[in-house]
């Protein structure tokens, strides 16, 4: 690592241009991994912070919750079987704050006030606590619409009236934001529509074990992540942009490798001198690898920082979620896969012939 360092000061104008690059690389890998985190929880976030563990369907739904049908006898079934099971509905419609303004899009969740599956409100109050006969809990992102608690606003279909009593952080389904609604609320929003609507969910999220004969019901319980999964949309934006943030982690690293080898080349006659005076060829490999240590962890550092500070600069409405753990994830998989994109380099050393390398021949 000494003789690393020291090598490195020693060429300090070229490695410092090599930073540069990685740095630059390095943090267009961790910015489109937060890109790809951030479409992710654009369509499932709801779901996904939902203090649930699975979640009964029809099991003709092929996993999507918006087209399944449970039926409500399911959920009194359950819960006689001392089940800790609550209902949901999921329905995408438009919202107004006034009656003339333009249409906002929303995806209603109806379920049971004070549940386990209602979110915790950074503002306001929940909707067992409120007193208004209609409330609504808010996926933030709508107070930069200019809504505010105590408002009201009004489903544009059935001109139902809603009083937003809470905002609750990061409730996004279908890339759309999320309001919180009770069942009954729910069923008056579908009988306005239909009177002739019976009461149905589309599923029930289940906590813990649930001993219910689901097969012979024509239902299924799907783990939360798997619901996930099979939202539409998910699955193709996620593995898609995930695809490319690691084939950028490769094209960097292998990036890196060719740098270390054009440097190598470079020192060709130095590396000689030292097989010549005695250095194992386990010595020279070493001060490779370390240099190649040297550089990524450094150039990882500064990408952090310059993602991390970029991200706080970012508009409210940009799609952009990167958390320690991820970041420093994919930066430890960088910086793993350059040293091995320094293998060519390592060959090379092994073939150097110090008598060869010193007279300037060529092998």
Known sequence: MKYAWKEIMFGKKKYILIELLLILLMFMVLFLSGLASGLGRAVSSSIDT???????????????????????????????????????????????????????????????????????????????ESDAEDPIILDDDFMLEGISLGDKVYDSSTDLEFTVT????????????????????????????????????????V??????????NNLELVPKQEIIENIPSYSAE??????IVWLLVIISAVIIGIFNYILTLQKKKELGVMKAIGMRNSELVGMLISEVLIVSVIAA??????????????????????????????????????????????????RIDPNIAIGGGEE
């Open 50 to 128: 939902m203090d649930a563990d699975a979640f009964v369907v029809d099991d003709s739904a092929e996993q999507i919750i918006t087209v399944s049908s449970v039926e409500s006898r399911v959920l009194n079934e359950l819960l006689e079987k001392n089940a800790d099971a609550q209902p949901l509905d999921i329905q995408r419609m438009y919202i107004v704050k006034d009656r003339d303004d333009e249409k906002l899009n929303i995806t209603y969740f109806a379920i049971t006030p004070g549940s386990f599956i209602e979110p915790e409100t950074t503002e306001g109050t929940g909707l067992a």
């Open 207 to 216: 906590r813990g074990d649930a001993e219910y004969d689901f097969k012979g």
């Open 166 to 205: 809470g905002f609750a952080d990061d409730r996004m389904y279908g890339h759309t934001s999320v309001g919180y609604i009770s069942t009954d609320s729910y069923t008056k929003l579908r009988k306005s529509l239909n009177p002739m609507y019976e009461p149905v969910y589309h599923a029930i999220a």
């Open 301 to 350: 550092v500064f990408s952090l920082v310059l993602t991390f500070g970029m991200a706080a600069a970012l508009p409210e409405k940009m799609p952009f979620y990167l958390e320690v753990p991820g970041a420093v994830t994919v930066t430890v998989a960088f910086v793993l896969i350059s040293v091995l994109g320094s293998l060519l380099s390592v060959i090379h050393i092994l």
């Open 238 to 243: 996620h593995i898609t942009i995930t695809m």
